[in-house]
């Protein structure tokens, strides 16, 4: 029998995900996205054969899995929506959450007891089933269920299962962000050529294909990065005036003190969270 898949939120992310559920070849219309975006509704539709809802409310909810894609900050009211058009089902979905910096304990204290939780951090590569993902399942979460999820986001490109929660926020800060970090590299590698004299054009293809081929090296040689790096690097040559450069301006620590930002930060969004949630049990529990 099929699996039917919920998206709460089709943004970014979302379709990134659903981009390669349907590469892998999971049916379109056993997809079902819900954003109040119509305009996102109507884009994954057309892209991708899935089943759209602009309403928690009004979407048919007999799911087996629900992916929890909205960003962090609206996540529990859209949960209240969905739990409550979810009603006490006697066959409660797996929630699958790609939030950053959202604990598992805050996100039970929003699904309620009977719906399980996976938390996975994917990245965009996703849509091209080049993404990485890690994950974390709680003890109490069956075998079964575990599968369930490496199947899913199998789909998007490698996993990596990692056996204590805090270890997400590293992730967040290594493969979630860490997209982004790459393509400022490549931005400014291309700024600047073009201000050495390139045309721009010129110099993003360049950029991008010297990109796509480290990386295609770095992950099919067999050798690691710094062996690779030593290939390039021509004793007294050009090279190792730039990596010098770069360890003048102490790369490392920069990258160090760049991924520990973002990290940090999905603790402190923990944090907030888990005040806010706190308080809206406190104040129920006023009532
Ligand atoms: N973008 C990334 O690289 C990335 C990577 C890993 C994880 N994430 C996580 O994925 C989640 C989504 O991030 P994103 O970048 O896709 O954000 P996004 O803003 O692109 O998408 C969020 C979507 O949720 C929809 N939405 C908001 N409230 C809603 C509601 N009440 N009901 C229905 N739809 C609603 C919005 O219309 C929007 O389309 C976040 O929790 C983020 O932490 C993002």
Redesign the pocket.
Known sequence: MSTRIAF???????ASLVAGLRQAGWAGTDILV????PD?CDALAARHGVTTATS?AEADWRVDVVML????Q?MA??IA?MRTALGRTSRAPLAIS???GIPLRVLATWLGDDIECIRT????PSQLGVGATGLYAPPSISADRRDLADRIMATAGINVWVEQEADIDTIIATS?SGPAYYFAFMEAMIDAATDMGLARDSARQLVLQTALGAARMAVESGDDPATLREKVTSKGGTTAEALAYFNNADLAATVAGAMQAAADRASVLAQELAEQAADTHNTNDDR
């Open positions: 709460l939120g089709g943004g970014n992310m979302a819900v954003d109040r975006n996102k928690i894609a909205v960003k962090p609206v009211g859209a929506e790609i939030a950053a951090m994917p990245n965009t979630g």
